[in-house]
């Protein structure tokens, strides 16, 4: 018997102490964004329950540096102190409401919010969160190389596609995904390598191989189809390059009458980020009735064929 009543005493002891009530002054949550873009302006809040007793101070803090100051009592009530990278919106700014302007990298680091209740007990509270400012990517990704297949942006049924995209650079550098005719390409299809541009940079490249039983599974033979590269930071920031290549049924099938002739173009950005074609090598078929005419050691060869005629031409690039 006073065994159970001694259980009893010690579970009522636990829900009393886990209480609001008996913990007295308390915050319930400190919400910061998770990442933003350089140049934004951004609201940080901290929601607390006094329980009973009056504020004394709110403070906030960017790597162990108060930077705002809020005493209800005071006058003025709010205060703010020179850290780098961290600009108040002193008019906006309440007990309970921070807003930063025109945030740079340098203000991201770990805030804390403290809340301190009236004496005598000054009941004390605080609780810590990551803010992350991320500078937007530098330049645009772009598939360097379009020597997309054996018969240049034209795939045939029993081809596989090879191509290869660079992305913009940044810390951190944006990640690079592919789709195929608005069909997302899985990653084992892709191999990503990062590359260190300078100090303050990194990029990423990606390649992508894709067999002929992928492209057989999703073909649109006849379509003209949109190979893309994109790259994503964050959420915060996405940007792509296309391809067009059309998909052939057979090996054989000739061209449509209203197709413009397949390409096969070295591309590469230029200082501006936009993509310059150095050689575009196209390619038409003859009509069937031409007639191949050689002469051989005196003699006359007449073979009908249906050859296919190269030139090399250059192009501007795209603005």
């Not at 530098?138 to 360097?144: A, H």
């Not at 390059?241 to 099938?253: G, I, N, Y």
Request: net charge neutral; hydrophobic share 35%.
């Amino acid at each position: 018997m006073i065994s159970n009543c001694i259980a009893v005493v010690v579970v009522l002891a636990g829900v009393l102490l886990s209480s609001p009530e008996v913990r007295g002054l308390h915050i319930v949550r400190v919400d910061v964004p998770g990442a933003v873009g350089a140049g934004t302006n951004n609201l940080l809040q901290c929601d607390y329950d006094l329980n009973g007793t009056s504020l004394y101070v709110l403070r906030w803090y960017k790597d162990d540096q108060e930077f705002f100051r809020f005493m209800p009592k005071e006058s003025p009530a709010k205060r703010n102190f020179h850290v780098e990278g961290v600009h108040v919106n002193m008019s906006q700014s309440t007990s309970k409401r921070l807003w930063l302007s025109k945030v740079t990298k340098s203000t991201g680091g770990l805030f804390r919010c403290e809340v301190s209740g009236e004496g005598p007990a000054f009941d004390t509270d605080a609780k810590d969160a990551h803010f992350v400012v991320v500078d937007p990517p530098k330049g645009k990704p772009f598939i360097t190389s379009s020597f997309i297949t054996p018969n240049g942006n034209v795939i045939g049924p029993n081809e596989s596609l090879t191509a290869n995209c660079s992305g913009p650079s940044g810390r951190p550098p944006p990640t690079l995904t592919w789709t195929l005719a608005g069909i997302q390409i899985e990653e084992k299809y892709t191999t990503h390598r990062l590359y260190v541009v300078d100090d303050q940079n990194e990029s990423f490249k990606s390649m992508l191989e894709l067999p002929m039983s992928w492209l057989n599974q999703h073909g649109h033979y006849g379509e003209t189809v949109q190979l893309r590269c994109v790259s994503r930071l964050r959420g915060l920031f996405e940007d792509t390059d296309t391809v067009e290549l059309r998909w052939r049924r057979d090996a054989q099938e000739p061209a449509s009458a209203d197709a413009a002739p397949s390409s096969i173009t070295e591309r590469r950005p230029s200082l501006h980020g936009a993509l310059t074609n150095e050689a575009s090598v196209s390619s038409s078929t003859t009509s069937p009735s031409l007639f191949v005419i050689a002469v051989l050691s005196g003699w006359l060869l007449v073979t009908p064929t249906t050859p296919t005629w190269y030139s090399i031409s250059s192009s501007k690039g795209r603005h």
